[in-house]
């Protein structure tokens, strides 16, 4: 079976930064409602760059891979770097998707920006429920 | 079936991704066979013009092809050509129902009552109606076996009930339901029977007398017609006193500026130029239909439906959502294989070229009844070959061990 990329197997079996951020000073939830993907994404800024990113979420292999990688590659990044990220750029690096499922592997980029617009002060702790 | 049935489908010779198409989403909508398509094309070669205006002879000839597609759809269900009305789908044919029985029967406090079951389509209009006239929407629960829960049912019918909307055949669970018995339960506290049989039309014999209900409501696109064109039976004297949904040209009787009158049914429901040719192409998938019995259609299904559900319930990985039982379902599957979203299952196999369906299938109260997000669906009609059930298990199996 062609199946899927490498890497979206790997970060989908092995989700990377999965977890809640306690001093996230921007979050947001995007979800898809045709199939019930739903992913929570938080970020740590700190001195005008990425400090901490994590994911939280539920949903196919492809959404997860997605948000699990897009925080990888984030962290550390300057803010100015991370907003002019294109949909493209993410699509590569999951490493092609099919175009069928381009608003699964999208979902956790559109979370991304909207936490970068809700940015603020650090939250005060929040209990580690999941999304 | 036999392999002339095969070859009469042109779609299914084309190939997705490299390999040979094995199309599993008939409930979604069906292929269609050549002469259904010739039948169109031939209607638009020879024989198109506006239907109900003209007095020139083309008209007449026109007229007359539309009027025969109704009463093949007529015969086919056991009905009168008179209480055949053509609309642009089930979705629609359901919507007047709801809107014309709000009118005429539904009153602040007055209850109407669905299933949890129900595709979007037989469930919103009914949720429109109950809120714009005050009443109130109650639901009749699913077992866990996917059956109708009849006592439920039953504790939930009062006089106050004024509409019963029920499926004849879940899109999603498959499960047939005892729409008679359910008729005549409702009947007795003085409430409509409405149905949606989109599911129930294309795939077993079904005799409008026999269901028992009063309004029945299918669509073209699933029964190997062309889209656009559906379907609502209505009882005649249930049909007299429905107002229309759509009003305009070829419905009324007389105009003025401040008043008309309506037409009398079907004509009073197709208001606007109807899908002439799409009814012409739905006469043809009538035939070719009736020409392989529609007690042929429903045993091929079954036997379908057997062979996938034998191989999903030997798969422990794999739960199934329905009756499971061949005689007791339409010729489709409801799956889920564990920790797997249904969209990763259709997407690894669409690779294979083996279409199926993933996602909520327009019943997403149903689906959260079963507290699940979503569902994949592997469905049938005459078309499909036991080899390509088996081919789809097989690959089934290639996308457990990819994604386990």
């Known amino acids: 079976m062609s199946g899927y990329e490498e890497i979206i197997l790997d970060h989908w079996r092995r989700p990377r930064n999965k977890g809640r951020l306690p001093d996230a000073t921007g979050s947001a939830v995007e979800a898809n409602p045709l199939c019930g993907d739903i992913v929570r994404l938080e970020v740590k800024v700190q001195d005008g760059a990425i400090a901490a990113a994590r994911f939280t979420g539920e949903g196919c292999a492809i959404s997860l891979a997605s948000a699990s990688l897009l925080t990888e590659l984030i962290t550390g990044k300057p803010v100015a770097e991370v907003e002019r990220m294109k949909d493209e750029d993410l699509l590569a690096a999951l490493g092609g998707v099919v175009k069928t499922r381009l608003s699964c592997a999208l979902l956790p980029l559109r979370a991304l920006r909207r936490a970068l617009a809700s940015e603020g002060p650090p939250r005060r702790t929040l209990p580690p429920s999941e999304v | ?404």
Request: glycine share 10%.
């Open chain 2, 1 to 404: 079936m036999d392999e002339r049935i095969r070859n009469d489908f042109p779609i299914l010779g084309r190939t997705v991704h490299g390999k040979p198409l094995v199309y599993l989403d008939s409930a979604a909508t069906s292929m269609k066979p050549i002469p259904v398509i010739e039948a169109e094309a031939r209607f638009y070669r020879e024989s198109y013009a506006n239907v109900r205006r003209g007095v020139y002879a083309l008209a007449a000839e026109a007229n007359e092809r539309y009027e025969e597609a109704r009463g093949k759809v007529a015969a086919l269900i056991g009905a009168g050509p008179g209480e055949v009305v053509f609309t642009h789908g089930t979705t629609e044919a359901l919507n007047l129902a709801a809107w014309g029985l709000g009118e005429t029967r539904v009153e602040p406090g007055d209850e109407i009552l669905v299933t949890e079951m129900e595709h979007h389509a037989n469930l919103l209009p009914w949720q429109e109606i109950a809120r714009r006239r005050g009443a109130r929407l109650a639901a009749a629960a699913v077992a866990p076996s996917g059956e109708l829960d009849l006592d439920d049912l039953r504790a939930k019918l009062s006089p106050r009930t004024k509409v019963v909307a029920l499926v004849h055949v879940s899109n999603v669970l498959g499960t047939v339901n005892p729409v008679a018995e359910v008729a005549a339960e409702a009947h007795r506290v003085g409430a409509i029977v409405v149905v949606d049989a989109a599911q129930s039309v294309p795939h077993l014999p079904v005799d409008v007398g026999d269901l028992g209900a009063d309004l029945v409501a299918f669509s073209g696109h699933k029964m190997l017609g062309p889209t656009g064109i559906g379907v609502l039976w209505g009882r005649n004297d249930l049909l007299a006193e429905l107002p229309p949904l759509l009003t305009g040209g070829e419905m009324v009787r007389e105009v003025w500026l401040n008043w008309a009158t309506w037409d009398d049914p079907p004509a009073r429901f197709e208001g606007g130029t109807p899908p002439i040719a799409q009814a012409v192409g739905l006469g043809a998938a009538v035939d070719y239909l009736r020409a392989i019995g529609m007690e042929a259609v429903r045993r091929h299904g079954e036997e379908l439906t057997a062979l996938a559900l034998d191989g999903l319930l030997a798969r422990p990985h794999v739960t199934v959502y329905g009756p499971s039982d061949p005689a007791a379902q339409g010729a489709l599957v409801a799956f889920n294989l564990a920790g797997i979203h249904p969209h990763d299952v259709a997407t690894l196999l669409d690779q294979e070229g083996i279409a199926i369906r993933g996602g909520h299938h327009c019943a997403q109260p149903l689906h959260r009844r079963f507290g699940i997000p979503a569902s994949c669906r592997a469905s049938f009609h005459v078309y499909t070959t036991p080899e390509e059930v088996n081919q789809f298990l097989s690959a089934l199996d290639r996308v457990w061990e990819d994604l386990r």
